[in-house]
């Protein structure tokens, strides 16, 4: 017997991941849509949609995303069309009888100022990030709309929450990406103009977490295909989202390090102390996952040494 499911957002970075993994099974047909074909924001689309398919589950990675100057500037469209796709599809899967449904939220759902490592009990319990507040507040919603559609109609709604993610698919943009693609293409270009020194920004001190992005789209799987009866012993009913990640971090120094050991730059670093360093460190508490047998494969290098292999292949599609 096949399952039917639908990825929304399968073009984005952790989306076609899932479906990389999930076009590997035979026991998978997989229901899927670009923008130009079905419009999340739609509400009547998106039901039209579930209705003509027969979906029989949903990974819910479609998202509008971007950086803290697209946050800064669009903050309403960032709020409304996350609460839009979610709200849609969310509603569709429940009119349509859909029972498994995973969620995927963000780590930015914690307060700014939240205890070291970040564990699910921390959400709600402080101010968030200005930047990005209007995304996590959508994000939150989202963990509280399949929460709230468990609670009323019993369908089984999941939802977990990234940590920082880097991979295959990523946004090499040379102003818009995060910091892993800026740092390999940074010091590829670096490379290949024969530089004497890369200038980072900071102290370099401040830690932070990384989580390759097949294991990601592993942890989403393994998450949604848990024993409903395991799954609801290990979460609450309105504390329901898991943690996903290594549970490691390292300064930005070693991880600029690494990735200039990954593409082969024998230059300087020179970390310009002028500019800002942020949150002195960001983990999360990934031990409700841990319980749940699930742990990261990559390593950072080889995490990061796939990544710029994948940057090496498709660099022509990021021409400044």
């Known amino acids: 017997m096949t399952t039917k499911i639908f990825i929304a957002g399968h073009r984005g970075m952790v989306g076609s991941a899932i479906v990389r993994q ?17 419009d999340l924001c739609n509400q009547q689309a998106v ?17 509008k995303v971007g950086g803290i100057y697209a946050n800064n500037t669009y903050p309403a469209d960032f709020i409304y069309e996350n609460l839009m796709i979610e709200c849609n599809i969310v509603h569709a899967a429940h009119q349509c009888r859909v029972q498994k449904l995973l969620f ?7 307060p700014k100022l939240a ?14 990030e200005p930047t990005n507040e209007p995304y996590a507040l959508a994000k939150i919603a989202g963990i509280k709309l399949c929460e709230s559609y468990n609670r009323q109609y019993g369908v089984d709604y999941r939802s ?13 943009h040379p102003e818009n990406s995060h910091v892993i693609p800026a ?21 370099g001190k401040p830690m932070r977490e990384f989580l390759h992005v097949d294991d990601m789209a592993s942890a ?6 848990l024993d409903k009866v395991v799954y609801e012993q290990n979460t609450q009913p309105m504390l329901s989202h898991i943690n996903v990640g290594t549970g490691v971090d390292c300064t930005i120094k070693e991880l600029t390090e690494t990735v200039a050991k990954v593409v082969g730059y024998e230059g300087e670093i020179r970390w310009d102390t002028t500019k800002p360093d942020g949150a002195p460190r960001k983990l999360m508490n990934v031990k409700r996952l841990s319980d749940l047998g699930w742990k990261y494969s990559y390593s950072l290098e080889e995490g990061l040494a796939h990544a710029y292999e994948w940057f090496l292949a498709h660099q022509d599609d990021f021409r400044a």
């Open 220 to 225: 989403s799987i393994h998450v949604m295909e």
């Open 22 to 38: 999930l076009q590997q099974r035979d026991d998978v047909v997989l229901a899927l849509r670009d923008r130009s074909e079905l």
């Open 104 to 110: 995927l939220g963000s780590s930015c759902i914690y």
């Open 47 to 63: 039901l039209d949609f579930f209705e003509q398919e027969a979906i029989d589950q949903v990974y819910l990675a479609a998202a």
């Open 183 to 203: 740092l390999l293409r940074r010091f590829h270009e670096a490379k290949l103009r024969g530089d004497d020194e890369v200038v980072a920004w900071g102290s």
């Open 160 to 172: 977990v929450m990234p940590t920082n993610l880097y991979g295959p698919q990523d946004n090499f």
């Open 115 to 128: 205890e070291q490592p970040m564990s699910e009990s921390a959400l709600l319990t402080g101010t968030l």
